[in-house]
């Protein structure tokens, strides 16, 4: 599915950058992100020799590549019945929808943002400008998608009424002097931040490592609580989002009021933790958990246990005891209802309140900021620049004052395009669109005229040559533009023109005589099943029997005979899955599934059918090359055979997420002869060999 996105992704660009078809739309709402197959970006991995070329053709650049690999570390997408399940929590709090301003950090392809409440003011931000592009396709005509780092993005604190979404998790520190002074990491930098750009009264609803909470230090839930209170939390079991995201770590959907001024600390105690209620082995240390789920078992939807997890032998983890699906909704009610009775639920923004915030209309100086955010460059009526910081218009001077003209007609240019943009968006007719388009026509080429092109860069020498051809190394040099690149707009201006890097030429894009956006509009009707699929992916990233009948126009029973293997019955949920999702992944266990389901009306026999044309041929032994570092090799068969072949206790940790392995000896002597004369030497022994094998580095001896 990810491969077909990008393919979709690319057609988009090569076609004068148009916006994605309905149709187009269906197949990048299937995107999911690379965070479940770290493997196909591993070079020593042959299992995906074929995926990794093709996908490194769809990428296009080193950079597009190095970007997607990157995001392998935390890119987990949150599953429909979750994200459904906490914006009705948000609800039940007091959400009403209606004017509130809300973020989703992280927000990946727009999963919070397609389920939002209509009314809402959203606000998404992805670090991959790949799958920001994405979400801009899906959802741009109803939120803004700032591509790029959360710890870049530039808003008052306070700005938002609402935060959601799933925060990543992974041993980063991001590098935040205003909202991370305490080096906190990445996933509490995450929560710490969201607090910051959340008003008193306002939510946070979040999903987060389980650390959050669980954390022996509790500096961070400290930090948190200097702000706010715990609305409440519910732990999730494992595999919670194992089929959406690949990732089967614990979480919490934690839920946390911003406190109001003066306001004492109030709610469920949670900054402390205690022994969990589990049995251990005599030889491990007691785990532990948060005296908020000590209190409340209730919110652990499962039973709490002991297991080998992704970090260490002894790990916590939470197996679950039910349909997820009916459990969640049912314990976030309650926590609602506990919420009400301590009056920690959302307090709507009062009238001071919004008048403290950024307006979105003619400030001092006549400064025009309609479409102005954080950043935004702007210009009034005698010329004069500013640059808004915290909502207000801050004068500006480039550091070369003679740049000052070209930034005045880059803020122009910004201006007459996001008036294009608005008139698509409105469904303006053909004679409002024309005029808007002429007059960007009329600014772009007088620019260029003047200038050159918008993306226009020199070479400068650095004094240095390749020490292999002997060329003197060039840097690429862009102009200052009067610093016009730090505007949160820079990206629309920057895409007005189809730019050649090594020619330095450039042709208007399409946004100067077509139109580039669809306005949204509902469908009441289509003429096949398979855009009946298509647009209920669209709408609601699920396919129903109801709705393809009532775009069918036709009962469900009919449309349901009408789908045919377009959709398949999952046996777990009960749920339509589209062909291209059911016939993929682990089909083997999906297979498993489907012989074994009690079925005595033959339901799941075109399941099974279906799913026997795909199945892969099963392997010998003989073909299976077993190698070091491989991440199918469980941890402790590589200890089994450190205790069997070097006589030694060996502790051999496996972290997939960040690809790294580590071996360090338990107990014994790295001195002793089967370490340092059988399987190593003095200078190597064979556990330093072990964990240099383990991630496939050349080790010299």
């Known amino acids: 599915a990810n491969l077909d996105a990008l393919t979709v992704l690319n057609r988009c660009r090569d076609e004068g950058g148009r916006w994605a078809t309905p149709d187009e739309q269906a197949v990048l709402a299937r995107w999911s992100g690379w965070g479940a197959i770290p493997q196909v970006f591993d070079p020593t991995d042959d299992r995906y020799l074929d995926e990794r070329a093709e996908l490194r053709q769809l990428l296009r650049s080193e950079a597009g590549w190095s970007q997607a690999r990157r ?19 948000a609800q039940q709090l007091g959400v009403d929808g209606d004017g509130v301003r809300v973020l989703e950090p992280g927000c990946g392809s727009g999963n919070f943002i397609g389920f939002a409440p209509a009314g809402t003011v959203l606000t998404g931000v992805e670090l ?25 993005l530039r808003v008052e604190d306070g700005a938002f009424d609402v935060v959601i979404g799933n925060v990543p998790f992974a041993k980063v520190t991001p590098h935040d002097p205003r909202h991370n002074r305490g080096r906190h990491a990445l996933h509490n930098y995450f929560l710490i931040k969201s607090l910051h750009l959340t008003r008193p ?163 001092p100086g006549d400064f025009y900021l309609e479409h102005a955010q954080d950043g935004s460059f702007v210009v009034n009526q005698r010329g004069d620049v500013a640059q808004l910081q915290g909502g207000t218009p801050v004068t500006y001077k480039p550091r070369v004052s003679k740049d000052r003209a070209e930034l005045v007609r880059l803020v122009g240019l910004r201006d007459a395009a996001r008036r294009v943009l608005e008139v698509q968006v409105d469904g303006g007719s053909d004679e409002r669109l024309d005029a808007a388009q002429h007059v960007l026509g009329e600014l772009y080429r007088t620019y260029v005229r003047v200038y050159g092109p918008i993306n226009r860069s020199s070479e400068a020498r650095t004094g240095r040559r390749n020490p292999e051809t002997g060329e003197e190394i060039m840097r690429r040099v862009r102009p200052r533009m009067g610093g016009f690149r730090e505007d949160p707009d820079w990206p629309l201006v920057a895409a ?62 009919y ?16 749920r339509l899955i589209p062909a291209s999702e059911y016939l993929s992944g682990n089909v083997r266990a999906k297979l498993d599934t489907c012989r ?54 060996v502790d051999v940790e496996h972290l997939p997420q960040l690809g790294n392995w580590s071996a360090r000896l338990r107990d014994g002597s790295r001195r002793s002869v089967a370490l340092s004369s059988e399987w190593g030497t003095g200078r190597a022994d064979a556990v330093t060999l072990l964990d240099a094998a383990l991630n496939q580095r050349l080790h010299t001896v």
């Open 496 to 557: 007005l023109e189809a730019f050649d890097e090594e020619s330095q030429q450039a042709r208007p894009a399409a946004i100067f005589h077509e139109r580039v956006i669809d306005p949204p509009h509902e469908r009441h009707g289509v003429d096949s099943p398979d855009e009946a699929i298509a647009v209920c992916l669209d709408e609601t990233g699920t396919v129903t029997v109801e709705r393809v009948a009532e775009l069918l126009g036709t009962d469900p029973a």
């Open 71 to 89: 995001t392998t570390l935390n890119a987990h997408y949150t599953s429909a019945p979750v994200v459904q399940a906490m914006w009705h929590a």
């Open 128 to 152: 991959d400008e790949t799958t920001a592009e994405i979400a801009q396709h899906l959802y741009g005509a109803r939120a803004t998608i700032e591509a790029t780092a959360f710890e870049e």
């Open 201 to 363: 009264g306002g939510l946070v609803v979040v999903l987060t490592s389980r650390y959050t909470l669980d954390a022996r230090n509790g500096a961070a839930r400290r930090e948190m609580a200097s702000m706010a209170d715990l609305v409440g939390a519910i732990r999730l079991p494992e595999r919670a989002f194992a089929r959406s995201s690949g990732t089967d770590v614990v979480v919490d959907m934690v839920i946390l009021r911003r406190r109001p001024p003066g306001a004492e600390p109030s709610g469920p105690a949670w900054q402390q933790v205690g022994a969990a209620p589990i049995d251990a082995a005599d030889d491990a240390a007691p785990l532990e958990v948060n005296e908020y789920y000590l209190a409340h078992p209730e919110h652990v939807l499962g039973d709490l246990a002991a297991t080998r997890g992704m970090y260490r032998d002894h790990e916590l983890t939470v197996t679950p005891t039910g349909d997820l699906d009916q459990q969640l909704p049912a314990a976030l009610a309650d926590l609602a209802g506990g919420a009400a009775e301590r009056g920690l639920t959302y307090i709507a923004a009062s009238r001071d309140t919004e008048a403290s915030r950024p307006e979105r209309r003619a400030a």
């Open 596 to 649: 074994t389901v009690d079925d005595p009306d033959g339901r799941y026999r075109p399941n099974i059918a279906a799913l026997e044309r795909v199945l892969p041929r099963q392997l010998e032994p003989t073909e299976i090359t077993a190698r070091l570092g491989a991440p199918w090799i469980p941890s402790r068969d590589i200890e089994q055979f450190c205790r069997e072949v070097l006589d030694a206790s």
């Open 559 to 574: 449309a349901r005979r009408q789908l045919g293997e377009l959709v398949y019955d999952e046996p777990a949920t009960n």
